[in-house]
């Protein structure tokens, strides 16, 4: 038994078509707008007798990718929806379709696959070997010339970093003034403001945000404002352009920027330092940890001697008005401490343990001793920190043009300069001079002769800040309190080292054979 096959010739496709029309930005001012694309696939369709239905048109999108272009994306569906009436899509060039090649075989593969041919109005196409040869050729020319233009795109933007000037947006504090970045008048005073308040190390990222809002200085993105948060404080306090130092994710090297730095380098690592936790200009535990409440200024320092807790504050209401008592948090059943009772017993002990003339002389005469010796120093580590920074920076730089080169992989670059960078962090802070600058000897003088010989008047003139600072140093293990008055008078050591001069005890100068408190104290005096 046989079988017959009809064989069914393919009918003619109507000789109708489609244009696709895209311009980018950049080309508009090329007298290459969509108006003249237009007009000339239209004459070369009529030469060819193919009646144009429809017209794509794509404005400012490049043709780097086939993604973020969604006429082009239409275009290809209406051809398959459609394919049995369509023949052609022109374009004014094949580079309208696309400038990668791998892209363009793939849209042309789709067109192919529906029976649809790829003309263009300005170059040999079609489906001859020949034609199909050119395109391929024509697809990589312009695949080239993209690629060329951004190479060079690449590598003057490399210059322009290389030569100190920024690319991309600028940090707050800054504008960006004819490719030149100039001062900002609105921002930048108040934002070094804010780097000298890190400097102080007494505010946390979470305040120093939150003082940067109240300030005004939100970060602006897309025309909307938005807060700072302890994260992107974080980071804008760890910029180094700040300081002068243009920086790269795409570029190893950091080079001296020409923008007016807001920092010096010797406060800039400084504030690394902080932000790092190595800072020890902090303020005593003891009274971080207090909440600020003017009307109990010693609630969380005194401590019951029944249970050692510590007491907190509370009202009691009476017959014709509300009183402020300490009380255990634990309620044991000591006795509740009048706030005014408190505060004149220890301003009474305070005054008490204040020091007397002769030792405010004698301490006072250690002091310029000792910050004589200790300006000495710092020169002398100065310099010696000078010349190791040098031999840092010019590793840094070798460092830089091995990985250039290729002798060091990127992984091996970004690890051995972390190092280095930390030792320079490290050496940028030992040099710092900025406290020894910022208080006089003179000042410092006047300072403790005031706030020395009377603690108990220092204590009541003081805000509440100053007086937990004050109780702290002073009462480093808080104050226990019994019932009617203090059970212990445990003071710190470092004051009792300062106390200790009425006798004579300490000795003023290099520790010898016999150990004392001298380093504690110079430490106390010098470093605050």
């Not at 363009?104 to 070997?129: D, H, K, M, V, Y």
Request: one cysteine or more; hydrophobic letters at 35%; glycine letters at 6%.
């Amino acid at each position: 038994m046989s079988i017959k096959v009809r064989y069914t010739p393919q009918l003619a496709k109507p000789k109708k078509a489609v244009i696709y029309l895209r311009v980018s930005t950049e080309e508009q001012v090329d007298n290459f707008s969509l108006g003249t694309q237009e007009e000339i696939c239209r004459k070369e369709a009529a030469r060819r007798g193919i009646e144009i239905i429809h017209v794509f048109r794509e404005e400012g999108r490049s043709a780097k990718t086939i993604t973020g272009r969604p006429i082009l994306i239409e275009m290809l569906e209406f051809c398959r929806k459609n394919k049995r009436q369509l023949s052609a899509v022109f374009v004014y060039r094949l580079d309208r379709i696309s400038r990668q090649t791998a892209d363009f075989l793939a849209i042309r593969s789709s067109l192919t696959a529906n029976q649809i041919t790829l003309l263009s109005a300005s170059e040999p196409t079609g489906n001859s070997p020949t034609e199909k040869f050119v395109e391929l050729m024509l697809a990589g020319a312009a695949q080239m010339d993209n690629d060329v233009r951004s190479e060079r795109t690449k590598n003057g933007l490399r210059a322009r970093f290389l030569s100190g000037l920024h690319t991309g947006p600028v940090p707050l504090g800054y504008l960006n003034e004819n490719g030149y970045i100039i001062k900002d008048p609105q921002t930048f005073d108040k934002l070094k403001e804010a780097w000298e308040l890190m400097l102080t190390g007494t505010k946390s990222l979470k305040e120093i945000a939150n003082v940067l809002n109240e300030w005004g200085l939100g970060q602006t993105f897309k025309g909307i404002k938005y807060p700072y948060r302890p994260q992107t404080a974080n980071r804008l306090f760890r910029n180094k352009f700040y300081m002068g130092i243009l920086t790269s994710s795409r570029y190893p090297e950091e080079v001296q920027g020409q923008h007016t730095p807001m920092v010096t380098t010797e406060k800039f690592y400084r504030v690394q330092a902080i932000l790092d936790g190595r800072n020890t200009n902090i303020s005593i535990p003891l009274s971080r940890h207090n909440k600020e409440n003017t009307e109990f200024p010693l609630r969380r320092i005194f401590r019951c001697k029944n249970c050692n807790t510590v007491l907190t504050g509370a009202w009691s209401k009476g017959r014709n008005a509300r009183y402020a008592y300490y009380v255990c948090r634990k309620r044991c059943g000591t006795p509740s401490l009048r706030v005014e009772a408190a505060h004149n017993f220890l301003t009474t002990f305070l005054k008490n343990i204040s020091l007397t003339d002769d030792a405010l002389k004698l301490l006072i005469s250690f002091l310029r001793t000792n910050y004589m010796k200790r300006i000495a120093i710092l020169q002398k580590r100065k310099l010696s920190a000078d010349a190791e920074l040098s031999k840092l920076y010019s590793m840094r730089q070798t460092l830089v043009e091995k990985n250039l080169t290729g002798v060091y992989s990127d992984e091996i670059f970004k690890e051995q300069n972390a190092v280095i960078e930390e030792k320079i962090k490290d050496l940028q802070v030992t040099k710092d001079t900025t406290l020894l600058n910022k208080y006089t000897l003179e000042e410092t003088v006047n300072f403790i002769t005031e706030k020395f010989a009377d603690l108990g008047r220092t204590y009541t003139e003081s805000c509440l800040e100053e007086k937990k600072a004050l109780l702290g140093s002073i009462f480093p293990s808080g104050i226990v309190w019994y019932y009617p008055g203090m059970s212990n008078h445990d003071i710190g050591p470092l004051y009792q080292s300062i106390r200790d001069f009425t006798s004579g005890v300490i000795h003023v100068g290099e520790p010898g054979g016999i150990r004392t408190r001298d380093q504690e104290l110079k430490r106390l005096l010098l470093y605050r």
